[in-house]
């Protein structure tokens, strides 16, 4: 009989070994007495995935529906019992319904389905009530406990003292409210000095009600005793204060922590022999821990995974990976008889996992004593010494020592071990030595050859009779990612705090963490100015992310200058101006910069040539008029374009007609292509004259549009032309249009907002649920175009549609596309019937254009778990080269410094006119989180006047007096701090006079002069004070 090894497919199923033709079995004269052949087949099986479901009735045995269910990690939309695809292991379950009270338990899934019977029982609760919701957790363990309050009646703060059961205390600084009950409510928790009482106290510095009438307020972590059992958590000298400071709490209600044995295992070891003849007396070896010979059981193992060795003298040594999930493990292990002579060294076999570290052996077989090794081992490509992981097992050792490296230049690893005093290793067979190498990413089997061994007796002489190399088999292992959501108390994400996991510290401001093995890990969350906050978490068989509360500590003040910007600019110009962001506050001021262009973007604000559909409504069944407008800065004489008309609109022969403002002697042509439905519309000039202005509609016709009220089509550009007077193609770029249908939507429908702004900004785009049936949860994948990035922390959800809804994303793996889902889990429906129920903030690349964001498996659930969904509608966002632009466009202020930023105006291709804009000043001060700066641009043709007013300002740096002189225009001269205060004025300056501003008692640091003339035009010049 003979053994051998194959690595095996991915692919599951039944597989043939056939034995070929030129088999043979030879006696001792040489003759093949083989008679026949047997093949054989190798059945290969994917690792076991059961399916979890919930039977949930009242008391009465009727099914509850709707009911939202949590199963380890994992939280089903409302009225889903149903978790399939679980691996084998235990999970903590939690099953809630407004109306019932909550419970709690776990279940084991082992090797099979599993359905797990849930009875709710009925509230009774009247008035407003406190209740602590029964908890289930392992002893001596974690336990979190939650506090509800059912309340008739509105409360703006809450108190309530819990008397600890002996062996539980309160893990410091993780209570934490309730996002969805919250408004800027507070809350403190501690032990009582002296005492197991546990204090909470809930408020709002602005005396705000809590939100809701039912629903988790606070929670928090106790630590558990090691003994399992019932403990009760009761309530004393609870209080509910109402706006007028009064107690409006009725009743309390006191909950039950059970608390279950964490369940251990036992792993036993079958070892036998090639016969299957079971083997006594051998060593194992599981993890860390190695039991007396003989003993092939080991107890009370947690689960997890563990390396295994068997060893018995006259037997080769054999190694492995056993995962202990849920229950008791069997190892069965076969060893075979070592058919050695003399005094052998062996590397024997191991396994582990590709790009982790892996611990190798070297045995000896010895007949004759020995006092000193060596050997060389050339290290696979990839692999590499843990510098100082090599020791001696002491079981063969008295006095010796070893010592390994790499040699340099080389991939040689080199071992030596010796005694100082020469003494013998003892015993005949077992491993000598061991140490860690680093292995290589990809998995596979790879070869350890022992080169230039040798093994001295005490003579000094070479005894070493033969070698035996081993290999290294290295399986992938399965990766996962853990994402960090951080906010603030007010859940405004906090940007730039440094996360540490485990041993990994991220750079600041970068909350996710890539290819983590399945572990618990600890989680610090740091930044300055607030709270440290940290953690555990347990990475299982999914991602994870982890909500963490940071509490902002001290407050930054945000002060803008200027409030207003007002510039002139010449006709195709470039001009620049500047504004001060200043921290007058005690914390770190973030900030990030956006753009509102008041102007229409559809009216004038693109460069170049543009063509344009028109938004329109209509009324089902009835003609409708579609505008083709033209903003050009070039002129043109023709032009061309193809509509693709949605299903059901219908052209209206003849209909097409130009705009006799904008046309001159111009002719329009138009029809439907054979065997299509495209519109296709061409106008030109014979004489080829230039259409008329620079703006507005060219063309329009007319289409009966469906019988479906409240539809939304788009009506988009293909092929479009526009043609100069040298029949050259003068387009830039287009905007498609819709047509919205008047009257209620027929169905449930899920769109994506168009919006405008400026290439290479952050835009915030909203996710749109219009509904005609009630909803409790969405879920959509967005589909996010090359050059787009998702603002991490910036998806959040409509305060006006929801109730006690939460809303995750992620991207999906390999791709920029983000993946959306949001739920209630109280199954609460989302409130009204039109507008955003979610929104989120993206950057956008530097190239202008209009971009399309699409949905793809979208799903809209119903209260009875139905995907209710009529269909979806992509959305546009038009990027254009804008304008004005501000560097830089995010920021960090330290406690009293000041940030100078650039405003650029780009007045190159716009016509003489005025021009508006708002600079959007996002920022972490909770008092005055957007500061708006409105900008208004004056282009004219000539020297800005104002400009030509102000002779000049010296010097510059000024130290004592600054000279101001100006010329008769100039009525008021004011100067202002970096905190925008006012620190000069002068409302009567007189003509062409020469101003001497004493700036002696002034600090150091830039200053604003802001000159005003006598037509109320503004000009702003920043100086500078030194010493």
Known sequence: MTFFTFTTPEVPGVYTLSINDDAILGNIDGENILDGTISGTVTLVIDGLYTVTFDIKNPDQVPIPGATVTLGNITNPAGNYVFPNMTPGSYFWTVVKEGYEPKTGVVYVINADVTVPVTLTPTQIEGNAMIILDATGYAGDHVVVHMAVSNEDAFTSFQFDIPIPEGFDYLDRTVVLNPARIVDHQVAANVLPNTNIFRTIGSSPTNVDFLGNSGIVVSWVFTTPLVPGDYTINIENAVLENTQGQNILDDVYSGTVTLIQAESFRVSFVVKDHHQVLVPDATI??????????????????????????????????????????????????????????????????????????????????????????????????????????????????????????LPNTNIFRANGFSPTNMEFLGNYGIIVSWVLETPVIPGVYNLNLDEAVLYNIQGQNI??????????????????????????????????????????????????????????????????????????????????????????????????????????????????????????????????????????????????????????????????????????????????????????????????????????????????????????????????????????????????????????????????????????????????????????????????????????????????????????????????????????????????????????????????????????????????????????????????????????????????????????????????????VSPMLGSVYAGDIDDLILTFDATNLPIGNYYANILVNNNDPDNPQVVVPVHLLVVDGVNELEKEVVLVYPVPASDVLNISTSKGINVVRMYNHAGQMVYENNNVSANSLLKVDVSRFTTGGYVLEFVNANGKIHHKKILISR
């Not at 990839?382 to 020791?391: A, E, H, K, Q, T």
């Not at 469906?706 to 788009?714: E, F, H, L, S, V």
């Open 285 to 406: 070896t599981l993890g860390a821990i190695t039991n007396p010979t003989g003993n092939y059981i080991f107890q009370n193992i947690d689960p997890g995974t563990y390396n295994w060795t068997v060893s018995k003298e006259g037997y080769e040594i054999k190694t492995g990976v056993v995962s202990v999930v849920d229950r008791n493990v069997t190892v069965n292990v076969t060893i075979m008889p070592i058919l050695y002579e003399g005094n052998v060294m062996i590397i024997p076999d191991a396994v582990g996992y590709a790009g982790e570290h892996l611990v190798v052996h070297m045995a000896v077989y010895n007949e004759d004593p020995f006092v000193s090794f060596e050997f060389d081992i050339p290290l696979p490509e990839g692999f590499d010494y843990l510098p100082r992981s090599i020791v001696l097992n002491p079981a063969r050792i008295t006095n010796h020592q070893v010592i390994a490296n790499v």
């Open 464 to 885: 070493l009779t033969e070698t035996q190399d081993g290999t290294v088999t290295l399986i992938a292992p399965e990766y996962y990612s853990v994402t960090f959501d951080v906010r603030d108390q007010n859940q405004v994400v906090v940007p730039g705090a440094t996360v540490a996991l485990g041993q990994l510290t991220n750079p600041a401001g970068n909350y996710l963490f890539p290819n983590i093995l399945p572990g618990t890990y600890n989680w610090t969350v740091a930044k300055e100015g607030y709270s440290t906050e940290s953690g555990q978490v347990t990475v299982i068989d999914a991602n994870v992310t982890v909500h963490v509360t940071l509490t902002q500590l001290v407050l930054p003040s945000i002060v803008v200058t200027p409030d207003e910007v007002i510039h002139t600019i010449d006709i195709g110009h470039i001009d620049t101006d500047e504004m001060t962001i200043a921290n007058v506050g005690q914390g770190v001021l973030d900030y990030n910069i956006g753009i509102q262009y008041v102007d229409a973007l559809k009216n004038g604000l693109m460069n170049g040539n543009v063509m344009i559909v028109l938004d329109t409504t209509a009324d089902p069944g009835e003609e409708v008029l579609i505008e083709i407008a033209i903003d050009n800065v070039d002129q043109f004489v023709a032009l061309q374009f193809d509509i693709v008309l949605p299903d059901g609109f219908t052209y209206v022969p003849n209909s097409t007609e130009l705009n006799p403002e904008r046309s001159d002697g111009h002719q329009a042509h138009a029809a439907i292509l054979p065997n299509t439905n495209t519109y296709r519309a061409l106008a030109f000039s014979m004489q080829n004259a230039y259409f008329l202005g620079n703006s507005g509609v060219v063309l329009s016709f007319k289409v009966i549009a469906p019988d479906t009220p409240g539809a939304i089509y788009p009506f988009n550009l293909t092929d479009a032309i526009i043609s100069n007077l040298n029949a050259q193609q003068i387009l830039t770029g287009v905007v498609n249009g819709v047509v919205t249908m008047t009257g209620e939507l027929p169905g449930n429908y899920l769109l994506i907002g168009d919006v405008a702004g400026q290439a290479g900004s952050v835009q915030t785009i909203d996710v749109i649920i219009r509904n005609i049936e009630e909803f409790v949860a969405f879920q959509a994948d967005i589909i996010l175009p090359e050059g787009f990035d998702y603002i991490p922390g910036s998806l959040v959800l409509n305060e006006d549609r929801a109730v006690d809804h939460v809303i995750e994303t992620a991207l999906i793996p390999g791709t920029n596309d983000m993946r959306i889902v949001a739920y209630s889990m109280t199954n609460a429906e989302f409130l009204g019937t039109d507008g955003a129920v979610a929104s989120f903030q993206f950057s956008t690349p530097v190239t202008s254009g209009s971009y399309t964001i699409e949905i793809e498996n979208a799903i809209i659930v119903s209260p009875m778990v139905a995907n209710v969904i009529t269909g979806t509608y992509n959305g546009t966002v038009l990027l254009v080269d804008g304008w004005l632009s």
